[in-house]
């Protein structure tokens, strides 16, 4: 079983930036797609980022141009580098593959980004 730990949030003002890290607990090679997902307060969880094997991104609307998903699978590793935050960014993030996020419990505790004006 692939076990996902998000780290690397915090707090930072509009326009600054976070890399956030995704690390996986035995091989993450055969999990074709990750992705980063994120919830604020009072929303449903949303759509971020997602990245194949091959390297093929794919973004939201919202975060286009401004975050960037990337993978590292020697370290079992996803990265999500923000950049030019602004305070409507401010979410908890979470990793998963896309193929398991109907599962309940496929979901870790994430990590909170907070965005200040």
């Known amino acids: 079983q692939v076990q996902l730990v998000e780290s690397g949030g915090g707090l930072v003002q509009a326009g600054g930036s976070l890399r956030l890290s995704c690390a996986a607990s035995?091989?993450?090679?055969?999990?074709?797609?990750m992705g980063w997902y994120r919830q604020a307060p009072g929303k449903l969880r949303e759509f971020v980022a997602t990245?194949?094997?091959?390297?093929?991104?794919n973004y939201a609307d919202s975060v286009k141009g401004r975050f960037t998903i990337s993978r590292d699978n020697a370290k079992n590793t996803v990265y999500l580098q923000m950049n030019s935050l602004k305070p409507e960014d401010t979410a908890v993030y979470y990793c998963?593959?896309?193929?398991?996020?109907?599962?309940?419990?496929?979901w870790g505790q994430g990590t909170q980004v907070t965005v200040s004006s």
């Open positions: 998963n593959a896309p193929r398991s996020i109907w599962y309940k419990d496929s």
């Open positions: 990245i194949t094997s091959g390297g093929s991104t």
């Open positions: 035995g091989t993450m090679f055969s999990i074709n797609v």
